[in-house]
C-alpha cells in the first residue's frame, strides 16, 4: 500500500513549475494550462490515483454511503454523480471567475467521481474498471471518464465549467437587455408601424 498522498504528488509537480515535460511523464500526472491566470493544473491519471492514500479513503467513504443507503449501489451512484456534477456546474456559473472555480475545483471532482466508480466495482465483487470498457454506473454520465487516463474527461470538464460561467453572463446579459425601459421615441414610433398596417 502507498503511502503517497495526492497533495504531496500535486505540489512536487506545481514546485516543478514550468518546466513540466518531464513531470508529466514521470509522475503519473496530466495537466491544463490556465492561459488566463497563467498557471499549470496538474490533476492525477486515474490509475496515479489509485496508487495513493486519498484513493483507499475516498473508496471506503463512497462505499460507506452505499452502505447507509436504501438504494441498490449502481442506482445510488448514478444519481450522486448526476446530482455532483449538476452542483459543481450550478456553482461555477454562479462564480466571480470561472478560470480560478476550475483550477480548485478540478481535481476533487475527477478523484471523487473516479472514486465512486471503483467502489461499485468493488461492492459488486468485480475488477476495477481500466478503461477498456465503460462501467454501467457511468452510462447515463456525460463524460469518458477513463478515456487517455482521464485527461479526456478533465479537458471536457474544464470547458463545461468555463462554459457554465459564460452562459450564465450571457443569459444575464439578455435579461437585462429584455428589462431595459422602452424609450417614449421608441413607442411612438412602433404605434405608428401598427397604425400604418
Request: proline residues 3%; hydrophobic residues 40%; glycine residues 6%.
Amino acid at each position: 500500500m502507498s503511502t503517497t498522498s495526492l497533495t504531496d504528488l500535486l505540489a512536487d509537480a506545481d514546485a516543478a513549475g514550468h518546466d513540466h515535460a518531464a513531470t508529466g511523464k514521470n509522475s503519473g500526472l496530466q495537466h491544463i494550462h490556465n492561459h488566463a491566470t497563467g498557471s499549470i493544473v496538474w490533476f492525477p491519471t486515474w490509475k496515479k490515483f489509485r496508487e495513493t492514500d486519498d484513493w483507499s479513503e475516498a473508496v471506503e467513504g463512497v462505499a460507506e454511503d452505499f452502505r447507509s443507503g436504501a438504494a441498490p449501489v449502481d442506482e445510488w451512484a448514478a444519481k450522486f454523480l448526476a446530482e455532483d456534477l449538476d452542483v459543481l456546474l450550478t456553482r461555477a456559473a454562479a462564480s466571480s471567475d470561472a478560470n480560478v472555480f476550475v483550477q480548485e475545483n478540478l481535481v476533487h471532482h475527477l478523484t471523487r467521481t473516479w472514486a465512486v466508480g471503483d467502489a461499485v466495482a468493488k461492492a459488486k465483487g468485480q475488477d476495477l474498471p481500466t478503461g477498456g470498457t465503460t462501467p454501467s454506473v457511468f452510462a447515463g454520465y456525460p463524460y469518458d471518464v477513463y478515456a487517455q487516463d482521464g485527461g479526456a474527461f478533465a479537458t471536457a470538464l474544464w470547458n463545461d465549467v468555463i462554459d457554465a460561467r459564460r452562459n450564465r453572463s450571457i443569459a444575464e446579459e439578455a435579461a437585462r437587455k429584455a428589462l431595459k425601459p422602452v424609450s417614449r421615441k421608441a413607442l411612438k414610433n412602433a404605434a405608428r408601424k401598427a397604425a400604418r398596417r
